[in-house]
């Protein structure tokens, strides 16, 4: 069984910065790309940004240049540094990773149940 669970959301002022974490546990062979998505009220979900397996990044439009993913592989874990926050980013942050088990070898979604950021003053 795999487990993805988020931390770090909150309630932040316009201009300030979070960093989100996301750590995936269970019987893991290996991860894939993992990424970010937000959801906010009314509107579908999208993709904020995503890390392949070797570093490579992609972000939304309306995010680079302020926000950063990472990743540190030995611990199974992607963060998303986020800077000059907006009202217009706040959302439901999830988790998702692409990830390899005895099960899936060739890999498998995998989505943590939310964090919720709140940009206001």
């Known amino acids: 069984q795999v487990q993805l669970v988020e931390s770090g959301g909150g309630l932040v002022q316009p201009g300030g910065s979070l960093r989100l974490s996301c750590a995936a546990s269970g019987s893991i062979f290996s991860i894939n790309a993992m990424g970010w998505y937000r959801q906010a009220p009314g509107k579908q979900r999208e993709l904020v940004a995503s890390i392949t397996s070797g570093g490579s990044t992609n972000y939304a439009d309306s995010v680079k240049g302020r926000f950063t993913i990472s990743r540190d592989n030995a611990k199974y874990t992607v963060y998303l540094q986020m800077n000059r926050l907006k009202p217009e980013d706040t959302a439901v942050y999830y988790c998702?990773?692409?990830?390899?088990?005895?099960?899936?070898?060739?890999?498998?979604?995998?989505w943590g149940k939310g964090t919720l950021v709140t940009v206001s003053s």
């Open positions: 998702n990773a692409n990830i390899a088990t005895i099960a899936h070898y060739y890999g498998m979604d995998y």
